[in-house]
């Protein structure tokens, strides 16, 4: 069973997610402020979390924050008040893997952790790749937005950056041929031309973004490009 931390200052709303999500077969536990959360996820392993970001003694950003230190690879999902786009904004720089604004649909709570505990599994896929290097930075990739962040400062990408780099980063080691890339690419909004010119100029342009990441974009001659880690 999927152990969750569910951080919620709000008792009504707190108690019933807690509820909820032990009737879906979840273990959870639950803390009512930032500290005592930061407290629990120090003494016990969690599967995930779900975090609201306004919360008192320690507020959510800086628990994310927190997290993210620690705790690379802990799937977080934020809560946040309906007119808090800078919020959502600053929580997902933050490091945070999904957001719910409130009031929110429990059924929809419950998909959201459910494919995020998946991903979560899944190593290299969804977007969280954990590189092993210490010389290397942290590598993520929204599963469904063109957003990106190198350990946690948030990478520009346009959509196809984003794309070619998501498939680069779900074969890690492997090759990707330039067709597979290009495929991807004409199922999307076209931005400018596509072609093998422009993929060169693509991935110019992220080894640029991945500079001293500690991980490079190689060309294998006639094949592809394959993402790799690289000795300091
Ligand atoms: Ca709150």
Redesign the pocket.
């Known amino acids: 069973m999927p152990h969750l931390l569910i951080v919620?200052?709000?008792e009504l709303l707190r108690d019933g997610l807690c509820a909820q999500l032990v009737h879906a077969g979840h273990t959870v536990s639950s803390a009512i402020d930032g500290a005592q959360a930061q407290a629990m996820l120090e003494s016990s392993r969690f599967d995930a979390v779900v975090l609201?970001l306004?919360?008192p003694v320690v507020d959510g950003v800086t628990v994310l924050h927190w997290i993210r230190q620690r705790l690379a690879a802990l799937p977080v999902l934020i809560l946040t008040a309906r007119d808090g786009v800078d919020d959502r904004v600053q929580g997902l720089n933050a490091g945070a893997d999904d957001y719910l604004t409130k009031p929110f649909n429990m059924a929809e709570l419950l998909a959201r952790l459910q494919s995020m505990l998946r991903r979560s599994r899944m190593p290299a896929f969804g977007g969280t790749l954990e590189v092993q290097s210490t010389a290397a930075k942290r590598l993520r990739l929204d599963p469904t937005l063109p957003l990106g962040w190198l350990d946690d400062e948030p990478m520009e990408l346009t959509q196809r950056e984003w794309s070619l780099l998501s498939l680069l980063v779900n074969n890690l080691g492997q090759v990707v041929g330039r067709e597979d890339v290009l495929a991807v690419w004409q199922s999307e909004p076209t931005e400018g031309s596509s072609g093998s010119n422009a993929l060169e100029v693509y991935v110019h342009r992220l080894r640029r973004k991945l500079q001293d990441s500690g991980l490079n974009i190689r060309n294998v001659r006639g094949l592809g490009y394959m993402l790799e880690m690289v000795s300091p």
Do not use: H
Request: cysteine-free; charged content about 65%; hydrophobic content about 15%.
């Open positions: 919620e200052d709000d609201d306004g919360l």
